[in-house]
């Protein structure tokens, strides 16, 4: 069983989805909005959004319900998000490690999961935000949206509605870890090909090789070799 909630305004979906698990026993329960005024991102970033134009989306999946490791939890959703942009839209879209969307070498989705204890329950808190219809992006941010890069528009309550569905389908049948580590690594943005880093404030050329079951992932850089990273601990330009 699941529920979609919608608010007009929020802050952050990631935090008040709280409110709406209080009184439910589902095992699914979404909120949305397509006004977020204080969204977040990974690591502290922030996810700004014009009103009525994106999507953000929250996901509380009750955590009992899945014997996955965190990360493989993490690579799977943006495995799901990844199928139903490329289905939706039928253009090819990647995954930059660790969860962002990338469609025509623009940041589409920013995903954010926390795992969080709310009324003796534990849960998986899926936030994501959607760039569906803004048309205009700081010059020079890496951000698009499915309508600057496909020309495509969605009415976005279909679109919400047909993404809610879609998750809590496919969340309801893991696949082997070894399927999701093969799924993602086959959509991983810039796999196996020449890219820029930037790491410890100099500049170098590198080849993304792999992400591994422990979220990191493996480069094989020009100067210093074949080389693990955890999140932030890189950064590719491009």
Do not use: C
Request: cysteine-free; charged content about 20%; overall charge neutral.
């Amino acid at each position: 069983m699941s529920q979609l909630f919608y608010l007009k305004e929020s802050s952050s979906t990631n935090d008040e989805i709280s409110k709406f698990l209080l009184y439910e026993n589902s095992d699914f329960v979404a909120l949305h909005t397509f006004n977020q005024t204080r969204g977040r991102g990974q690591y502290g970033n922030t996810w700004s959004s014009a009103a009525e134009k994106n999507l953000a989306y929250t996901l509380a999946i009750k955590a009992e319900n899945f014997s996955l490791s965190g990360f493989m939890f993490n690579y799977y959703t943006a495995i799901l998000i990844h199928d139903f942009l490329a289905n939706l839209t039928g253009n090819t879209v990647k995954i930059k490690w660790p969860n962002d969307i990338i469609l025509k070498n623009k940041k589409i989705v920013g995903i954010l999961i926390e795992k969080k204890k709310i009324n003796q329950n534990n849960y998986f808190i899926v936030g994501a935000g959607f760039n569906i219809l803004q048309e205009k992006f700081d010059e020079i941010s890496n951000a698009g949206s499915i309508l600057t890069q496909t020309g495509q528009y969605f009415n976005l309550n279909d679109f919400t509605q047909g993404l809610h569905d879609f998750l809590v389908e496919n969340f309801n049948k893991f696949p082997s870890e070894d399927e999701i580590m093969s799924r993602f690594n086959n959509s991983l943005f810039r796999k196996n090909e020449i890219s820029v880093f930037e790491l410890n404030e100099k500049r170098q050329n590198g080849i993304i090789k792999n992400a591994d079951r422990n979220g990191n992932l493996w480069i094989d850089l020009e100067n210093d070799g074949l080389h693990s990273f955890y999140h932030k601990e890189i950064k590719l330009l491009y």
